[in-house]
């Protein structure tokens, strides 16, 4: 069975302290592994996709990296602004179209 | 507005009663993807539609729920009868090429 497990749940920073956030996936074929934001009472918003093991994607303070067991997204330096629960998606090659099966999301809070 | 209309933001009702949810997707895309976040959990796909057409509604409770995407209009997500354990937030998103899933901002049912 295609699953997505994020860890930690939730993860407390002070502003400037630098961490990772974990995705472990286990699919029957993967045609995309996906990173999302999701701020409170919003819709998830796209930061990245990655395709192959040993791709790296940017983006302001978070790079996000992927291996064939899991991703992380790594997050430098964070602002109270980055506050948000990050979600991780795969897209198997079992899921019709572009449906995709999601992780429960880490919730991040960095405090001044 | 080139983004993904959800339509209501907030619905409430009582046990037994239907609730319709509206999604009209990213201007010119035909195909539209239902999502389900109960709380505490992460996002499960539910259904995929192409335009008067139900691509994969594998992720859809077998009984109660419908959904359809009509030739003109937004597409509907309707949950007939409705009880307590269908309150949830429920968003619809549409798909850019190498951009992944627009989301809407969602519609929070709460059943009382």
């Known amino acids: 069975e295609d699953q997505v497990t994020q860890s930690p749940e939730a993860l407390r920073l002070q502003e400037g302290e630098s961490s990772s956030l974990n995705c472990s996936y286990t699919?029957?074929?993967?045609?995309?592994l996906f990173w999302y934001r999701q701020d409170p009472g919003k819709g998830p918003e796209f930061l990245f996709t990655l395709y192959s093991a040993g791709e790296e994607k940017e983006k302001e303070r978070l790079k996000a990296t992927l291996t064939k067991k899991e991703s992380f997204l790594h997050i430098t330096a964070p602002k109270p602004e980055d506050s948000a629960t990050y979600l991780c998606?795969?897209?198997?090659?079992?899921?019709?179209?572009?449906?995709?099966?999601f992780g429960k999301g880490t919730s991040l809070l960095v405090t001044p | 507005n080139a983004g993904v209309m959800q339509n209501p933001r907030h619905l409430v009702r009582r046990r037994g009663q239907e609730a319709r949810l509206r999604c009209s997707p990213v201007k010119g895309h035909s195909h539209v993807y239902w999502y389900r976040q109960l709380p505490e959990e992460g996002l499960k796909f539910m259904v995929y539609l192409q335009k008067e057409n139900i691509i994969d509604e594998s992720g859809m409770p077998k009984e109660r729920f419908s959904a359809e995407f009509p030739k003109e209009g937004p597409s509907i997500l309707r949950i007939q009868q409705v009880v307590r354990g269908d309150s949830a937030a429920y968003f619809c998103?549409?798909?850019?090429?190498?951009?992944?899933?627009?989301f809407g901002s969602g519609t929070r049912l709460t059943v009382v």
């Open positions: 699919v029957s074929g993967l045609r995309g």
């Open positions: 998606a795969v897209r198997p090659n079992s899921n019709s179209g572009y449906a995709l099966n």
């Open positions: 998103a549409s798909v850019t090429a190498g951009l992944g899933y627009t």
